[in-house]
């Protein structure tokens, strides 16, 4: 597969810099004869086959499983040191972008798109210190652990693996992550398929920026009904799944489908009116609306039961190395940020009542002095027409008219007192209510200053290095994909569905006797059991044997199976 050129060439260029970096540091474990740097490789490479999880694990080793290949096998301690020292040269992730380009020209050799199959995969780290914290699938708590990205191909195959921290969230590294993946594979990404935790919109904006597919499912997708959507064709079968349809479709709002970048495809059973599934993503524009839920599905093969198989045979869950740095604990930062936005809103509501009691007071203030105005105006209106109807009456003169207007005043001064009477309880109702408001709301702003208070940033965390995890998981992955090339090649048809976990209980550790002459080397396995699994074993070794392969010193291998 050429990735033996890889490993030296990164272990190379990262020991160069790092020596320029630091002339009088030694790395005595490190040599730069290529011959040294392959058996401490190999004893980490090879810890799952030996049943091994860790390098303490070597302490009590009595096996002969390495020492066949190198005449002895390195303890614990050398190992640590050797890990150690990559750590130090920060190899592991220039490594796993190496790694990852050499393992799609050997899956998936041209230039041709990649249709990847992205998931994350959480190993739990178990300690009483404050750490950063998310949420364990398999153990259902949140505790502190690691997050781990898988890139899988079309068929399954690994690509690339990468450590974050365990609150890292899909939306913050994918898109950067697959960007730069594509320039390091020198090859455009056709489309990333993705469990519902991709699906939101956050992450379709940033597709649609960065003008790549994607697909995934709506969250919360039974909480939409078929009347939520304008469907954009007609309802198609499904691939491979006759008994389903599916079809394009866009939000029925207006407003709604406007705003979101996302495409959807609707999935249903034939005869059924209301989707079972509702699929979302920036999709390639050449892929039919029933070609996605067939696209979608495959990811359980390529991706999901993948890595389960990597659980169980590379020992997935183990953590590699403890050292920390103490940071600002940003769960709490978090909290905090999420507290202070509640403050804010309360004190948000709080403002918009305090300013509507001062405009109601305003109003009940203005509609005072305007009453009074116009009170005194109809008042001094009416004496001067008393004072006209007693001068009328000496004078003996018609007071009809007089009369009349002071009945016109007297009605005025009843309507405006009647109309002021409504408008000012109706203001002060009003004003009433927004202070009740007003006053729960200083008490509700009060709660959250004291959560928010309460709420400790100050206090640092733990937050674990990754880099000699990340050393490790390469070396998992490498072991995986070294699996899956010898399955592939060499193993008899009715072995090339076996798990890296049920070879190796099967094949990688089956005894039996090496012999190394000087031109070659020979392996004899004891025979099996069952007679279907001694002839399988008996075409591995004739596919094995034709393809002429060589030990790293030039010496032909061979392999073959006794007898019963």
Not at 16 to 45: C, F, M
Not at 299 to 311: F, H, Q, S, T
Request: aromatic residues 10%.
């Amino acid at each position: 597969m050429g990735l033996g050129e890889t490993i030296e060439t990164c272990v190379a260029e990262a020991q160069e810099t790092y020596q320029e970096e630091n002339p009088a540091a030694s790395l005595r474990h490190i040599g730069y004869e290529i011959e040294t740097l392959w058996p401490k490789v190999d004893h980490l490479l090879y810890l799952p086959i030996l049943g091994l999880t860790r390098p303490r694990d070597l302490y009590y080793y009595q096996g002969h499983g390495l020492q066949v290949l190198y005449g002895f096998t390195y303890k614990h301690l050398t190992l640590e040191h050797f890990l150690g020292q990559l750590t130090r040269l920060q190899v592991g992730y220039p490594l796993a972008d190496a790694l990852a380009h050499g393992y799609a020209q050997a899956w998936y050799p041209g230039n041709s798109p990649l249709c990847l199959f992205t998931d994350w995969h959480v190993k739990p780290h178990w300690t009483k210190h404050h750490a950063h914290s998310g949420h364990v699938t398999m153990w259902g708590k949140t505790m502190p652990g690691t997050k781990q990205l898988f890139l899988n191909g079309t068929d399954g195959h690994f690509l690339g693996g990468w450590n974050h921290p365990i609150d890292t969230h899909l939306t913050h590294v994918l898109v950067d992550l697959e960007a730069a993946l594509s320039e390091t594979l020198q090859r455009p990404i056709m489309c990333n398929v993705m469990d519902s935790e991709g699906g939101g919109l956050s992450l379709a904006e940033r597709y649609a920026k960065a003008e790549q597919c994607y697909l995934s499912l709506l969250p919360r997708q039974h909480d939409h009904p078929l009347t939520s959507f304008a469907l954009a064709g007609k309802w198609q079968p499904v691939i491979d799944d006759p008994s389903r349809e599916a079809v394009f479709a866009r939000w029925a709002e207006a407003e709604k489908a406007g705003t979101d970048p996302r495409r959807l495809v609707l999935l249903r059973p034939i005869g059924q009116r209301e989707p079972t599934r509702i699929y979302a993503g920036c999709i390639p524009a050449d892929l039919p609306a029933h070609a996605v839920p067939w696209l979608h599905r495959q990811r359980w093969a390529n991706n999901e039961l993948r890595i389960r198989e990597l659980v169980n045979g590379a020992n997935l869950n183990e953590n590699y190395g403890y050292t920390y740095d103490h940071v600002l604990n940003r769960t709490r930062q978090r909290q905090w940020q999420a507290a202070q936005a509640k403050v804010e809103v309360t004190q948000g509501k709080l403002s918009q009542q305090q300013e509507a009691v001062k405009n109601l007071r305003c109003q009940l203030h203005q509609l005072q002095q305007v009453f009074a105005q116009q009170r005194a105006s109809l008042q001094r209106e009416t004496a001067q027409q008393r004072y006209e109807l007693l001068k009328r009456q000496q004078l003996g003169k018609p007071t009809k008219r007089v009369h009349n207007r002071l009945g016109r005043l007297r009605r005025q001064l009843t309507e405006r007192t009647t109309r002021f009477q409504k408008r000012q309880r109706f203001l002060l109702l009003q004003l009433d209510q927004h202070q009740r408001q007003a006053c729960q709301l200083r008490l509700q702003l009060v709660e959250r200053e004291a959560m928010r208070d309460a709420i400790d940033t100050e206090t640092l965390c733990r937050e674990r290095h990754l880099e000699k995890d990340q050393i490790m998981l390469d070396l998992q992955f490498l072991l995986a994909n070294l699996h899956d090339w010898a399955k592939q090649h060499y193993f008899a048809p009715q072995w090339q569905h076996l798990s890296l976990e049920k070879a190796t209980q099967l094949i990688y550790r089956k005894p039996g006797q090496v012999t190394w002459y000087s031109d070659r080397i020979e392996v004899v396995l004891d025979s099996y059991r069952y007679q279907d699994q001694q002839q399988a074993m008996k075409v591995t070794c004739q596919r094995f044997n034709e393809a002429n392969l060589r030990w790293r010193d030039g010496r032909l291998l061979r392999i073959s199976v006794r007898d019963p």
